[in-house]
């Protein structure tokens, strides 16, 4: 597993819950060092590890823990770089929608060895889609349901999400757009204005 997911989810845990509990997950899935590296390779079971011991630490399902790390990595303001790729995508949530196929490689081009599952969006009709998250990391469509949930968000769209299950290794979320300008959006500019 690429060292800026498990990175991700240390800082998900230390931001949201604090350094006491990130210790304690260490410790209960015995890793023996509390920090991971970003631009390292960890082995999946490793990952896999520190999921099991955060969701028994929490008291909480994985899909639950995953959809949350979703959440923060798009609303939390420690990771703001992520937020500004995804609103790369478009004016509207469903531009958004849309780029999500093109994510893989924006996010490659960030980082050249990620690699992110493929997704398709399907449009049912209109303001109704389906999401494929193609196998690659175990449970990407919770974590994408948090994003999906904190971009539409950022956009001001209301949206009704349901992880409709697994086909064939591939997770789908089902997407029901209920109003595009529900509520004010966040503000969002191109450049970055230096300090």
Known sequence: MHGLINRAIQS?????????RWRNVT????????????????????????????CVELRRDRSEVLEDLGTYLVSHPAVEALRR?????????????YSLDELPGR??????DLVLPAMELREIRPGQFSLT?????????????????AMADDY?????????????GAEVIAILLVESAFAEGRAFELGVRAG
């Open 12 to 20: 998900f845990v230390c931001n949201t819950y604090g350094e006491d």
């Open 156 to 168: 001001g769209s209301l949206v009704m999400l349901e992880h409709a299950g697994a086909r064939g």
């Open 107 to 112: 996010a490659r081009l960030a980082v050249n």
């Open 133 to 149: 998250c193609e196998p690659g990391l175990p449970g990407f469509g919770w974590v994408m349901m948090g994003i999906l949930r």
């Open 85 to 97: 790729l995804l609103r790369f995508g478009g004016e509207t949530y469903v531009d958004f929608l």
């Open 27 to 54: 410790e209960a899935a015995g890793l023996g060092f509390s920090d991971f590296e970003a631009m390292l390779t960890y082995e999946d079971d490793l990952t896999d590890d520190v999921l099991n011991a955060l």
